[in-house]
């Protein structure tokens, strides 16, 4: 059973940071591409930012040079550093894989992160 579980998220200032991790089980983490995706009140969830096995990354045009992501294997951890966090920020953040076999996603909780003054 896969399970995607992510912590870190909270409130803060702008202009501060925040780090996300997402710990992964029931996969064959070290070969499967992760993503984080988020959701804002009353809009559509999002992609992020990507990272494949080998560590190739992609992010959305809003979080470039702010938000980086990365993984480590050994932990079965993917992380999200947010820097430079901007009130347009906040929204559900959700840890996301996606099955190499079955092309099946899988979710974790999401956690919450608010930006505001």
């Known amino acids: 059973q896969v399970q995607l579980v992510e912590s870190g998220g909270g409130l803060m200032q702008p202009g501060g940071s925040l780090r996300l991790a997402c710990a992964a089980s029931?996969?064959?983490?070290?070969?499967?591409?992760m993503a984080w995706y988020r959701q804002a009140p009353g809009k559509q969830r999002e992609l992020v930012a990507t990272?494949?096995?080998?560590?190739?990354?992609n992010y959305a045009d809003s979080v470039k040079g702010r938000f980086t992501i990365s993984r480590d294997n050994a932990k079965n951890t993917v992380y999200l550093q947010m820097n430079s966090l901007k009130p347009e920020d906040t929204a559900v953040y959700y840890c996301?894989?996606?099955?190499?076999?079955?092309?099946?996603?899988?979710w974790g909780q999401g956690t919450q992160v608010t930006v505001s003054s």
């Open positions: 029931g996969i064959i983490f070290r070969i499967n591409p």
């Open positions: 990272i494949t096995s080998g560590g190739i990354t």
């Open positions: 996301n894989a996606r099955s190499i076999y079955t092309s099946k996603d899988y």
